[in-house]
DNA sequence: AATGAATGAGGGTTCATTCAT
DNA sequence: TATGAATGAACCCTCATTCAT
């Protein structure tokens, strides 16, 4: 982020207009003149800093999830087992994309369904950070923390499409205040997934048949890694 | 459906090439000059059918919605137990959109972000969906299938949510062929969910209790609800 | 005009239609699927009976002036005198205009500006009864009811060009109820016209000749020309 | 007016062109493309300077009637008596009309009919004119000059309905070159008109009295209504 | 670095008209 | 005779993009 008190670029000022008008109208909708007006630059001007309205488009995740997704990897050596990471992970989304709702709009409903995003740097972030959301579930499953044989891209699916679900939703209602919030939603959310992909380490007896495979491969595979339980978190309010 | 032996109308083939071409190169990037092309119509024909663009757009997912849907509603009696219920839903839902590429497509990629998309008849067939599948949810919750203070509309989010992810990420990868399918892994997605939220009464021969459930226990439970049918959605106008 | 008692022929109902809506919206806003539409026959039809949109528009002034300015001559014999024949004239476009307002709204307005309207059976029409205007003029020049040396031709433009002057203006005003009248100003029209132009005799006690001649005098001179018939128009070509 | 010698600015080229092409061939039958060759710009490049075609339409009466109109009230404090600054007028709108037939031909035969023309800066000059017209007959009916009685509205009603008439035939034929002008019809018309409502004070020795007044008697009539100056029209808002 | 001015390229839409039935 | 269905042919207008200044 760049110093608060210096007047913003022309750059700045020119990504900061393109991203509430292609959130709010759509990319093909928004024009560059009115981006150019909203920016009060001229609409030349957007083709030195940028070379086509595409290049706009992409510019604008680019540089936030450059800014945001390396933060939330700065935090993980700080937070202890699997849960924790994937906690954060989420933690960050969910951050950045309510407080951020244009961004959010113009991630989930301008850039996913467009092709060419796949191929950019913006994109490539993204994959990043969802990409060391799979490892740390894998690395879960690998320690024992979640059940052998769990399908880690399932989970990884579950995850975010719930919470990009909810975003979408929200956005598609006009973006309404709502207790309790998408944030709220997190631990109830990760609670149900892990409660489901868990290892119940005593469950006496009874779900042992059934449990048993879960139960023993992956206890021993876990004790490599230091009994792991991953930290409790207090379901806050 | 029409008969399947007569050659195809001139709107059903307009509609295909639609649905073929908004689902391939997105809605503003198709034209009416090429839906005409594929159709073998002149353009002048798709505007006697569909008066403008974007209703030809959201004709599309009406004709569809309405034949699905109702389908899936008819099975439900058939079905005992709100987990099957639930199961029978979502599996309508992943069969129409694996079977029906474009469709999916159209739906997940094009027509959500459209905001007049939601003051659409297909839209409302959408909602309707979605709101017994939340209808089954809650009936869940509260004949104790499912634990007390269970938030539905999260539930269901996590539902909807991960299969849409599945596709969105499916297409966006340009639909290869995959194994586990999308299908596979609904059974998958259901044990976790199911797992977190499930009541656990006595946690003994699970997997068997879990299949007498659906065969007996459940049934009673749901009885209360007017006979193990499918819970009703007062028709909202 | 067709028997009154049996319903309208579709060639009627399609001119009326069509003078209708060519009046309110003018021809080139006017569509055929909205004439068709309001009488009740295909567009198909309407070709049959007309073969081009322009034929439709031609062929309504053709049947009207055929019907209405036959009788106005019919009636010239009965009047007396120069100036009775002209009022009677005008006094037949002012009626023919007032009680048929789609009628001059789209003769002076839609027709008059269109050229190939002037190579129509229905503007020669018109054109035959300007012509029987212009005699009369130059009729009471000949017989000394006008002044020697005025331009018969600029007497015909001011009568008939204040008259559709005073229609233009109201039609372009909505049409509003209105006293006087356009009919109520024919005859301070012609007072002031007729005593710009008339033989001075004897200049004494005016208002009151004007009157007599009327009655009298100028019965006499017109006799000169035949009778009291009005002038004849060589029928040309 | 802006310096001659330059080259004609784009705007200036559009809309002579536009003037040309839309008097020959009607507002509806001219075409964008046609203009923006003879103006030898792109299309885009109208629709910079008109928002629509319609807009052009509009702009070219309103440039010329502002340019014209206000000069010919200019002149009018040097004229004395009411007839003369009706002639004054008159004389003005003729001259517009004759020296610029592509405009005569474009307010009378194409703009007249257009309803939204009426709601145009470019009417509401044209109808400053008008009514300063009828200010100057109704002073003449006050100070004495014209028969008390006369209805003002027809007069002007006849003024301009003959000029126009004159000018809409003689556009209709083609704009043949003619002797008389319609300039040489200016007097006569006045002469005949102002002879049918001059209020005829002693009638004796008239027409020699006509001449003299026009140079002396007037002059004094019109000197009550503050120095020989034109009516002053308030300005309405 | 910034822009005012200009435009190429194309898209959606309209409608008079046709023709097989 | 009457028409439902189909379309060819345009036209207005938009806008991303360029370039001389």
């Known amino acids: 982020m760049t110093d608060k008190n210096r007047p913003k670029t022309r750059k700045d000022r020119i990504m900061d207009a393109a991203l ?14 009115e981006i150019s007006k909203e920016a009060s630059v001229s609409e030349a001007t957007i083709y030195e800093y940028f070379g086509t309205k595409e290049d706009l488009l992409f510019a604008i995740p680019e540089k936030i ?33 309510q407080s951020n709702p244009h961004y959010s709009a113009l991630v989930l409903l301008q850039l996913m369904p467009n092709k060419r995003f796949r191929q950019t740097p913006a994109h490539a972030a993204i994959r990043l950070s969802s990409h060391g959301l799979l490892d740390c579930i894998k690395a879960g499953i690998e320690d024992g923390t979640f059940k052998k044989g769990s399908n880690p891209y399932l989970i990884r699916s579950m995850l975010m499409g719930t919470i990009e679900h909810l ?3 929200w ?18 959310l990760l609670n149900i997934i892990f409660d489901g992909i868990r290892t119940k ?25 230091g009994g792991g339980h991953p930290p409790k978190r207090k379901t806050k309010k």
Chains 1, 2, 3, 4 share one sequence.
């Open 65 to 97: 999830s450059n800014e945001v997704f390396k933060k939330s990897v700065e935090v993980l050596p700080y937070i202890k087992g699997v849960e924790g990471w994937i906690r954060s992970i989420l933690f960050s989304y969910i951050q950045l994309y």
């Open 20 to 33: 509430r008008i292609f959130a709010e109208k759509g990319f093909q909708n928004a024009t560059i003149t």
């Open 201 to 225: 380490k005593e469950e006496s007896g009874t779900t042992l048949y059934l449990k048993l495979e879960d139960a023993n491969a992956f206890g021993k595979l876990l004790q490599k890694k």
């Open 171 to 188: 956005h598609m209602q006009g973006m309404p205040k709502k207790e309790p919030s998408i944030m709220d939603m997190l631990d109830p």
């Open 167 to 169: 975003f979408i939703h």
